[in-house]
């Protein structure tokens, strides 16, 4: 059995969480391989790590001092090293961080030494080697990920200890250094999952797995005790974040199951993530509802024409128009001859205007109507799948609480229901399904 970890930010914040950490892998041994991010909050009014050094790289791209800045992190790193009596000489790695600093660096270089001090720390601290993510995560020049490279590298790595990889960043083939995306950690994880085989990827982090519903919107939601990649892709679309949305890639290839636990709770089994979970179903049959989640700010542009249905490549003029203006659709829903595009406020808060001239002149609608403040909620479930009444017993949900719904869309593989509401809605419409289907269901 191989077991990556991944431990996030919040879970090596400091001494005390670095002693958290080493009680998770000495507890079992399959924990062989460990990917940590940079150090995060302490507390509420501290900073992340990553987030003081991309301020450090501002200064020394304006020139002004950053030395006030990059002390701050030397001490957080100094303090974990003496509370834990570790003898990693820091002075050192400082001094040559800043000594690259002063003769021009790049800013993936800088922002990518908060994982690497922290993995250095980790390692000796867990009695496991250290693997730079430069040596053994390798990109290419398109900034995708060279698999079969990166599993020779790190395979060359493997000896009897543990080893210790930092998130967040890996090489391009000339040895410069490249960052993912913030949270990218998560996915070095899963390619390290991948490229090792792993039969678990461990995500460890500050919440006990996905909850069934926004814990600022419900209150105590229930968590999700299993849910699968797809489940898991509309949720997070849809606004839940515990993982990066490009973790799942690396390991749905494989079929690596995902467990997101919880660095200060480890007895609670977190959340499963596979591709199938009939097995676990069949112990533990789950509710019809997996998860609800949702976002707030979308505008509708309605475009009416008679007899525009019958006129072939009618929608493709219409969706090209928002192409020119590199907006992303979220969903067209349509009937006759009235056709909707819905998108996030944000993306056309600039451009509306333009477009809406843009669609007068080429599409000549009967009638263009713009409205925004609606909210998506998107019911996500796979047992609602072939469960005659499902769509029904929800919308009806809406009606009895007086919430008027001005969008429906559920694509055909019944994984998900989409409804649209008025912002003002937003929460009550959850706490409504929540309600209704989890906390009733459970009750009985
Ligand atoms: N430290 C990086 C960030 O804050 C990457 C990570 O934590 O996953 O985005």
């Known amino acids: 059995m191989i077991k990556v970890a991944k431990f996030g930010g919040s879970s090596v914040a400091n ?10 892998i000495e507890a079992d041994s399959s924990r062989r391989f460990v990917v940590s991010s940079a150090c995060g909050k302490e507390s509420n009014e501290d900073h992340k790590v990553t987030d003081l050094l991309y301020l450090c790289e501002a200064h020394v791209r304006f020139g002004v001092s950053y030395e006030p800045i990059f002390e701050q992190i030397e001490k957080k790193y100094r303090r974990i090293r003496d509370e834990l009596n570790l003898k990693l000489d820091l002075e050192k790695e400082f001094a040559a961080i800043r000594k690259v600093m002063k003769r021009g660096m790049s800013t993936d270089y800088l922002v ?47 000896q009897d200890r543990g080893l210790v990889i930092p998130g967040f960043y890996g090489a391009l083939p000339n040895g410069v250094i490249r960052v993912m995306s913030r949270g990218g950690s998560d996915i070095t994880g899963a390619i390290v999952a991948n490229v090792v085989g ?58 690596i199951p995902i467990n997101v636990r919880n660095t200060n709770e480890p007895e609670n089994p977190g959340t499963l993530i596979m591709a199938d979970c009939s097995e676990a179903d069949a112990v533990n049959p789950p509710h019809f509802i997996t998860g609800i989640t949702g976002r707030k700010d979308f505008t509708v542009i309605t475009l009416i024409k008679m007899h525009a249905s019958a006129e072939v490549g009618f929608l493709r003029r219409i969706l090209s128009i928002f192409e020119e203006y590199h907006v992303s659709i979220e969903s067209v829903p349509s009937t006759v001859d009235t056709f909707s595009v819905i998108v996030a406020s944000k993306q056309v808060e600039h451009c509306l205007y333009d ?27 796979r047992a609602m799948k072939d469960q005659p009444g499902m769509s029904g017993r929800l919308l009806s949900e809406f009606g009895s609480n007086e919430i008027n719904i ?39």
């Open 15 to 24: 001494a005390e969480q670095f002693r958290k950490v080493k009680a998770i």
């Open 112 to 158: 990518s030494r908060g994982e690497y001090l922290t993995s250095k720390l980790l390692a000796e601290y867990l009695g496991f080697d250290f693997a730079d993510a430069a040596d053994v995560i390798a990109f290419r020049y398109d900034g995708e990920v060279d698999m079969a490279k990166t599993e020779k590298l790190i395979e060359s790595r493997i």
């Open 198 to 255: 792993a039969d678990i990827y461990e995500n460890w982090t500050d919440v006990s797995g996905f909850l069934v519903a926004d814990p600022r919107i419900v209150k105590k939601p229930l968590a999700i005790p299993c849910i699968n990649y797809n489940e898991l892709r509309e949720m997070s679309y849809m606004g839940a974040n515990v993982l990066h949305d490009d973790a799942i890639f690396p390991v749905k290839k494989k079929n």
């Open 355 to 381: 477009i809406v001239g843009r669609l007068k002149e080429e599409i000549r609608p009967d009638d263009l109507r713009i409205e925004d403040h609606l909210a998506l909620i998107a019911v996500v479930g």
């Open 406 to 444: 001005k969008v429906i869309n559920q694509s055909c593989d019944e994984l998900s229901i989409v409804v649209g509401v008025h912002n003002r809605d937003f929460e009550k419409a959850i706490n409504c399904i929540y309600e209704r289907f989890i906390a009733e269901e459970k009750e009985n």
